[in-house]
């Protein structure tokens, strides 16, 4: 049973482009979220997809937008990078239909802003 | 403003100890307090995990204790392996276990053998 993957695993941009990073969530659930994780610190929420649409959102710019398809897959995009967003980016995901079901994360995606 | 606050940042304990880890929290409609564990290059794996109806939770080697009226809990590990040593985040959330979660800053825990 395959878990939460996320790609690509490492990723370098300059300031001012554009990223696309992609998750799959485990076999079964329908609800992904993202988190932020600073170097040293505890990872960020970010936002949160249930039906393809946003539920919830954290307290970080629109230059941060995502979408989740049919499949219940998700993307995250990052637009007008700046050097602050250098990160590692988690996403979680769960089953939205038993509240007890805790969030399972994948290894995230280690961005690097040049 | 942090709504989550873990200590302590470090930790180094002896094989075979106990490791105690504290959270301490804001808000009190917080319903779900999981704690994640975190190796390097790796994503949070849950631990284990509690609801404001209970005290305590025992899974293995790993315990939460809760305490409402202080709005505390706290992580301990018993007969501490050097397999033990990672990072370990308490988080809180509002609502059902896949609503967002607001995460401590982390402890670094080191087990010396």
């Known amino acids: 049973d395959a878990g939460v993957t996320q790609s690509p695993t490492h990723l370098i941009k300059t300031r001012g482009q554009q990223v696309t990073l992609r998750c799959s969530p485990k076999?079964?659930?329908?609800?992904v979220s993202w988190y932020q994780q600073a170097l040293g610190q505890g990872p960020q929420f970010i936002f949160q997809y249930y039906e393809e649409e946003e539920r919830q959102r954290g307290n970080f710019p629109d230059r941060f937008s995502g979408h989740q398809f049919p499949n219940y897959s998700s993307e995250l995009n990052v637009n007008a990078l700046l050097l602050g967003d250098s990160a590692l980016y988690l996403c979680?995901?769960?089953?939205?239909?038993?509240?007890?079901?805790?969030?399972?994360f994948g290894d995230g995606t280690r961005l690097s802003i040049l | 403003q942090q709504q989550v606050k873990q200590s302590p940042q470090s930790l180094i304990v002896q094989k075979g100890g106990i490791s105690i880890i504290n959270c301490a929290y804001e808000n009190t409609a917080f319903d779900y307090f999981p704690w994640y564990q975190q190796f390097p290059g790796k994503g949070p794996a849950l631990l284990i995990a509690?609801?404001?109806?209970?005290s305590e939770k025992k899974e293995g080697r790993f315990t939460i204790s809760f305490n409402k009226s202080a709005k505390q809990f706290s992580l301990h590990i018993m007969d501490s392996q050097p397999g033990d040593s990672a990072t370990y985040f308490c988080?809180?959330?509002?609502?059902?276990?896949?609503?967002?979660?607001?995460f401590g800053k982390g402890t670094t825990l080191s087990v010396s053998s």
């Open positions: 509690i609801r404001p109806d209970v």
């Open positions: 076999s079964g659930h329908d609800t």
């Open positions: 988080a809180a959330s509002n609502g059902q276990a896949g609503t967002a979660l607001i």
């Open positions: 979680a995901s769960s089953w939205t239909g038993d509240g007890n079901q805790p969030q399972h």
